[in-house]
């Protein structure tokens, strides 16, 4: 199972950026889908995350200004930063709770985690 991220980028203070996420392989079904972030010299926190029922929850920091979506026939995860401010400044990584098979018979969930995209906001 493979996460590719992409859609990050250098934006103005103030403007909006869209990051994909595409979940390939040997996939059974998805669960939870999310985006982390990890700014330099901090851990890395939970910025929105989407049930595969469709029920979001979201960073404080990005409440009103972030959506989180997600298309459950192509595997794929959006979020639309809008509104960006310069402590949104971060490496964005997706992850996705995947059914994938064992190779032995049986299958199971695990956490995967896409490699990370640059997100930079100027003042």
């Known amino acids: 199972v493979q996460l590719q991220a992409s859609g990050g980028g250098l934006v103005q203070a103030g403007g909006s950026l869209r990051l994909s996420c595409a979940a390939s392989g040997s996939i059974f079904g998805v669960g939870a889908m999310g985006w982390y972030r990890q700014a330099p010299g901090k851990q890395r926190e939970l910025v929105a995350r989407?049930?595969?029922?469709?029920?979001?929850n979201y960073a404080d920091s990005v409440k009103g200004r972030f959506t989180i979506s997600r298309d459950n026939a192509k595997n794929m995860v959006y979020l639309q930063m809008n509104s960006l401010k310069p402590e949104d400044t971060a490496v964005y990584y997706c992850?996705?709770?995947?059914?994938?098979?064992?190779?032995?018979?049986?299958?199971?969930?695990?956490?995967?985690w896409g490699q990370g995209t640059q997100v930079t906001v100027s003042s």
């Open positions: 992850n996705a709770n995947c059914l994938t098979d064992s190779g032995l018979g049986y299958r199971f969930w695990e956490d995967y």
């Open positions: 989407i049930t595969s029922g469709g029920s979001t």
